[in-house]
């Protein structure tokens, strides 16, 4: 398996890949970082952009990641929103956890968020669902379907109570 290869292929998995806490907020479009490959105070934002970065790019697809290397003589994250507005971050002899944490707080959407988006996305109109406060009140009104016997009587081969007397009678 050659994605196995190369330093920490744990970070290649799909279970490590979902396991990350940072969803950004749907305004943020492009998040950048900029930092050194040399020097002690970017040594955490050396490791969060190991070991963090691909889980951020997994959980947030729709967010433009870009890495800027050896062009400042401090770390930081500069992320653009939708309106033209920039927040900067400074990470600067910050480690990855915290880094990871202040981002949480800062550009990360809470818990109660995530909770009524998953409520939502569970929620979606799936052909399959019928009853109750969904789309369609009965199975009868999909096509295909046998329609409703308080509607159209249904046939005697399909009535349980002709196939339960035809077994009593043998």
Known sequence: M?????????RRTLKYLEAGKLILKDAIHIFSINYNTHGSNHQGTRDFVF?????????????????FRNLTPTPFIRCYYGNGKTMLIDVDNKSKDDILQ???QVVGKTQDQLEIENIIRRKQDNPANFGVGCSKSCICTVPNQVPCPGIVPLPFHMRGKTKNAKKNEM
């Open 102 to 104: 202040h981002l949480c």
């Open 2 to 10: 050659p994605f196995m290869i190369g330093p920490s292929p744990i």
């Open 51 to 67: 070991w963090n970065l691909p889980q951020i790019k997994y959980k947030n697809p729709a967010v433009q990641v870009i890495t």
